[in-house]
């Protein structure tokens, strides 16, 4: 069940180039959260400016405190990036459907700010380990805590492995087998899911859209499946990857 | 104690407060975090006889204290309809009102026919903002004959209330109201949205898939309290209920001082969603700091500027 409540920001703070983690005070929506599901974080603006929630996944949530990740691309993000720790905002949540509970290993598959899902996967579930990729080591977050095995790869080489996270991907399915779950560029979740197909395992996929109720009422954040048009905010944000009309999905 | 009940024509709402088309589902999910019985009503995402797919996304871009939306009366059709939300509208105590629309007069009367039996329908509100087939795709609610038509032909069909819902991409909203309201409709709604569209500088490309989209949200207020008004001069007879821009309980005030017996909030809710609740709550304050005993009093309380 989701809760409308007004939060307080605990803290933020700059992880990376852009970049920042929030964290807000927020007990019942805590207590409920499961990775793979999100939130629709509003603003203090009397004017409507902007207008519409931001859908965020959570990267965290204990403790009665419920953590976001933030890259600035545009008006919302910025105004949430310039908030100060005792400012209070409306968040609506959880929504969404989770990410299914692995039975077995689990490979998480983050690109960019979309690595946030999988860092509460990371935490919740036993033993996964985690491809985390970016394009430079300017926009890698810093964690302050890793919560499970982690595998740095950046685009330009200068932090970890060099090329895509997907590039590691084979290995790891060939070494500890399990289920695939990406989030991140849908490029990068693609090559995700193809190499998870070629090799026979699963793979969920944490897909984002343009949201405007957040809750399953408006039809407007679809995207196409085989089995036609999905709402992201309610049959998603997690879908099987082998569902999805990857040719109908922009980037 | 207040008396927040308002009547639209024969049909007796507890509050003045309604959840508008396309934005609520059937009250489904906003039901997880407030009870839709402790609403005056709400209108049920337009239904037609056929499952709709709808557009192609991107169906929905922000806009300056708005938003542009392209849905495309995506639905499962009537059928679909009847067996899955009727359960579930039984069980509200508020007024349920279902959107309906057609492609032509005869879907419009064979939608009618399979849902008056229905007791778990209050009323009808007709939309007439979708494109008409048999007139080249045109909307029905911009010619008055047409509406006419429409209206002449499904009032015979039940005994419900039947409301027409405004389209404000005419000339003349006037003049369509009043061609539904001659041909029986008793309650006529403003405004659905105002078209537009957006674009995006890098791309070139239009921001929604349907290149055109429906605009809403509080930067149409203005336009539709205006809309309300000139109804409501012109029919003071007639129920208005006042749709449009409500981004704030004073905002639905503003809409009934102009004219408007009850009103809907759509987008408002995105949000807002606890908006239509807050609303509730709000006109009744509203009355006791003005000392009204009845809501329905603030209706066209509008004071006009001595000439």
């Known amino acids: 069940m989701p809760f409308d409540t007004l939060s307080e920001v605990t803290a933020i703070q700059q992880i990376a180039e852009g970049t920042f983690r929030m964290i807000l005070e927020a007990p019942e929506i805590a207590r409920e959260a499961m990775p793979g599901q999100f939130a629709m974080v509003g603003f203090n603006s009397p004017l409507f400016d902007p207008f519409l929630r931001r859908p965020l996944s959570f990267s965290s949530a204990e403790f009665g405190r419920v953590e976001f990740i933030v890259r600035v691309v545009g008006w919302g993000t910025a105004l949430l990036s310039d908030l100060i720790s005792g400012e209070q905002i409306p968040i609506l949540g959880p929504l969404g459907t989770p990410f299914p509970r692995p039975e077995g290993g689990a490979i998480l598959v983050g690109g960019g700010v979309g690595v946030a899902p999988l860092l509460f996967a990371g935490a919740r579930w036993k033993n996964p380990i985690l491809l985390y990729g970016e394009a430079n080591s300017e926009k890698l977050c810093h964690m302050h805590s890793v919560p499970c095995e982690i595998i740095i790869a950046t685009e330009d080489g200068s932090t970890g492995l060099s090329g895509y996270v997907t590039d590691g991907l084979r290995e790891q399915i060939d070494k500890c087998g399990g289920t695939v779950f990406a989030c991140g560029p849908v490029k990068m979740m693609r090559r995700a899911y193809e190499i998870a197909a070629e090799m026979g395992v699963e793979c969920y996929v944490s897909l984002e859209a343009r949201m405007a109720c957040g809750v399953g009422a408006c039809m407007g954040c679809v995207i196409q499946t085989k089995d036609g048009y999905k709402r992201v905010c309610k049959d998603g944000p997690v879908f099987d990857a082998a569902q999805i009309d990857w040719e109908a999905l922009d980037d | ?307």
């Open chain 2, 1 to 307: 104690m207040i008396d927040l009940s308002v009547k639209i024509g024969s049909l007796c709402l507890k509050n003045p407060v309604i959840t508008a088309s396309g934005c609520y589902g059937v009250g489904r999910e906003y039901g997880e975090l407030y009870d839709p019985s402790k609403l005056g009503g709400i209108v049920t995402k337009t239904i037609t006889l056929r499952p709709r797919e709808g557009n192609s996304p991107p169906r929905i871009c922000e806009t300056a204290a708005g938003m542009l939306n392209s849905i495309g009366l995506a639905n499962s059709g009537v059928g679909a309809f009847i067996r899955d939300d009727i359960p579930f509208l039984r069980k509200l105590e508020c007024a349920r009102i279902v959107s309906i629309a057609g492609e032509g007069l005869d879907e419009f009367a064979e939608l009618i026919r399979r849902l008056d039996p229905l007791g778990e329908i209050d009323g009808f509100e007709i939309n007439v903002s979708c494109p008409n087939v048999e007139r080249g795709g045109l909307a029905f609610g911009t010619d008055p004959d047409v509406v006419g038509k429409l209206v002449d032909s499904i009032r015979p069909l039940t005994q419900k209330p039947l409301w027409v819902k405004l389209t404000p991409n005419v000339t003349d909203i006037v003049k369509i109201g009043k061609a539904a309201v001659d041909s029986g409709a008793d309650a006529l709604c403003a405004i659905n949205t105002l078209l537009g569209m957006a674009i995006d500088i890098d791309t070139k490309k239009p921001m929604i898939g349907n290149v055109v989209a429906g605009l809403s949200g509080p930067a149409i207020l203005p336009v539709a309290l205006m809309k309300v008004f000139q109804l409501h001069t012109a029919l003071p007879e007639t129920p208005i209920v006042g749709i449009g821009g409500i981004g704030y309980p004073k905002d639905a005030i503003t809409h009934m001082i102009a004219g408007a017996c009850a009103v809907q909030i759509g987008s408002g809710q995105f949000p807002y969603p606890m908006l239509p609740l807050d609303t509730v709550a709000g006109i009744e304050t509203y009355c006791v700091i003005k000392g009204l005993s009845k809501a329905q009093e603030i209706t066209g309380s509008l004071i006009l500027p001595v000439k």
